[in-house]
């Protein structure tokens, strides 16, 4: 598998969870899911927006690709955590500041993901799970389903209005 393969998978997870189309299906939410292939690092950028409410095609989930998972065992590196930290700070400021305001990244590696968050007040780091700072995403996958959901109810509670 390679980056792109692997673009591909997280894309097919994120629709799951953030389904991108209403038809026949009542009381879904509508988002866009975007791939950037064409960056200049070395990994493929997927990116969760809204298209609904006062915020309409604001991104608020980004996914960092990197490589394939045969490939990549460590964690990510702390230039690669930086580059989605610039990345979620230029996609907070897009959006009206705010108390609990938060912006959401992952980056997968290997067969593990690690989730982060960026708070208006600038704050930034990985979420965790007990002491644990990644999740294995077929032993964790109902932890990892469970924060999807959780980034979509707290995304929604605040700009779509009567969600």
């Known amino acids: 598998m390679n980056k792109h393969e692997v673009c591909e998978v997280w894309t097919e997870i994120l629709k799951f969870h953030f389904p991108i189309s209403q038809i026949g299906r009542p ?13 200049v ?20 989930l980004f996914l960092h690709c990197r ?10 590196s702390r230039r690669c955590e930086d580059r ?7 996609g907070l400021a897009a959006i ?14 290997g ?4 989730f982060y968050r960026l708070m208006a007040n600038g704050i930034f780091g990985c979420c ?15 932890f990892i389903a469970e924060h999807l959901e959780e980034i979509k109810s707290d995304w929604l509670s605040v700009y779509v209005p009567g969600y």
């Open 27 to 39: 009381g879904n939410n509508e988002y866009a899911i975007q791939a950037t292939p064409g960056t």
């Open 128 to 142: 965790l799970w007990g002491a644990r700072d990644s999740l294995h995403v077929l032993h964790d996958h109902y």
């Open 96 to 109: 009206p500041v705010h108390d609990g305001l938060e912006i959401h990244g992952a980056i997968p590696f």
């Open 67 to 76: 490589s394939s998972p045969r490939q990549a065992q460590g964690p990510p």
């Open 111 to 114: 067969p593990h993901i690690r």
């Open 41 to 60: 690092f070395p990994f493929v950028q997927l990116s969760v927006a809204t298209q609904l409410g006062t915020f309409e095609a604001t991104r608020f």
């Open 84 to 90: 989605l930290r610039l990345q979620l700070a230029e």
